[in-house]
């Protein structure tokens, strides 16, 4: 049974830093595709960051240059550094892991004030 549990959320002011953790049970999270995506109020799921099952990752365009995706194959968690942080990035943000089918955690909240 594959668990992702995403931790670091909170309220941040702009220009300010957030480092979310994803920690994944039940397969591995250093070898299989899987993403962060987020969620603002009244808007649709988006993807944040992709990394492919080769290990390509994909930004978009919003968070490029301004976040980063990282995992640790010890601690099987993925993390997502978040600098710069603006108003916009406000919502609920969620780890997937794709492994014959998505799997995606509970989602921890990031609000950016202005």
């Known amino acids: 049974q594959v668990q992702l549990v995403e931790s670091g959320g909170g309220l941040v002011q702009a220009g300010g830093s957030l480092r979310l953790s994803c920690a994944a049970s039940?397969?591995?999270?250093?070898?299989?595709?899987m993403g962060w995506y987020r969620q603002a109020p009244g808007k649709e799921r988006e993807l944040v960051v992709g990394?492919?099952?080769?290990?390509?990752?994909n930004y978009a365009d919003a968070v490029k240059g301004r976040f980063t995706i990282s995992r640790d194959n010890a601690k099987n968690t993925a993390y997502l550094q978040m600098n710069s942080l603006k108003p916009e990035d406000t919502g609920v943000y969620y780890c997937?892991?794709?492994?014959?089918?998505?799997?995606w955690g509970q989602g921890t909240q990031v609000t950016v004030s202005s």
């Open positions: 990394i492919t099952l080769g290990g390509r990752t």
């Open positions: 039940g397969r591995s999270i250093s070898i299989n595709p």
């Open positions: 997937a892991l794709f492994v014959g089918g998505a799997y």
